[in-house]
């Protein structure tokens, strides 16, 4: 390491090496690299498998895969896999999961799955001449994309449309080729990349290849797929009369219930501080079940949350509503995810989470995570409008903070009775602990 704290070639270190390199930072370096170490997989072929999956690795970081049983989607029951960290989240989905199940279920309403990319170029020839020639330019594209798209066209998918989009109202001489496309079971970020990445390549050569027009009058900026994927998108929805939510309504009558439910919705729908925490909640089954089956997470939340937002104002992605005695709750998210290809194939874990999940194709999947999603959040609401979600949170809150304190049984159940009704902190519970040794 030079003295400026930058290291260089640290990629050319060997695993160990690194390790040992980065241990050395920490104030106890045995104990850091023997924890680095104990959190790799003992079988080899597993363990580079996984480590090689990213770059710079020395470890892997565990995260807890729990199972939220009793997923009733479109009459199928899934017992679903969602990784997470957070307490109560599983609980939670589990709970609303089976209160659900007893009342018909999650139904999919609705599945789209176009997927969109953009070759983004600036023209600085005469605007009427790049509409004259767009049908070539289009015709030419088009063609050389077959090759590229004949196995994705043999699985039932391959190119929807190609249009040029004039965007020089925003940017000076700015043009967007939109293309779309059907990547059925696969995410298809790889296959729309290249597509599109073919595109602009093509697009400076057919202008350079103009007789007329020798000059560079066609550059281009960048090629790449959109997260934005408002038409790809699942709709889910579950629905039961009043009386029969009488089990989570606590002591509130289930008129009053109800009505608190819709309002809670209502609130989420117009204040956007309200909106964003609401789809948090719906987040936190959706990404779980992502994790879980090796998708991208990341991608799921950017395009969520600029969906939330597509009429200009950030809303809730759910929806809830009552008539004639029945409530309904619904969610209509975007959700680009694939069932083979990328790490779904390559994680044991994530090819083992489709495999609980009976190998669900794209289309399928969606209506399962978009159920957890919602059922992570109608469990939210309803804590929020009767109990709040102190309560439930407390008693995880108080067992991760015993375990953390590594207590035995007999201090654990001192613990749990004394801080049934009050306030649990990490201070307040090691005070506890400390005057029960005394
Ligand atoms: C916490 O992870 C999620 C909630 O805040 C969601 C919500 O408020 O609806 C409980």
Redesign the pocket.
Known sequence: MLNTGIVRGFSKLTEEEKRNFIARICNDPTQAEDRLERFLMEDENERSQFLELSENTISSFHTPYGIAPNFLVNAKVYHVPLVIE?S??VAAASHSARFWAERGGFTVKSVTTVKLGHVYFRWFGAPSYIRERWHQLKLFLLERLKKLTINMVRRGGGILSLELLDETLTINNLYKLELKVETINSMGANFVNTCLEDMAEALEMFFTADDDHEEKKCQVAMAILSNYTPECTVTVEASCETDHLKPIAERLPVEVFADKLCL?YQI?HHDPS?AV??????M?GVDAVLMATGNDYRAAEAAAHAFAARDGQYRALSYCSLSNGVLSIGLTIPMALGTVGGITNLHPLARLSLEILGNPNAKELMGIVASVGLA??FA??R??VTTG?QKG?MRLHLSNILNTLNVNNGQREEAELYFSNRKVSFNAVKHFLHEISH
Do not use: Q
């Open positions: 957070e109560s989240v809670a989420a309200r925490t609401h789809n948090k909640g719906i936190n992570s959040n939210a609401v804590s929020l979600i949170h």
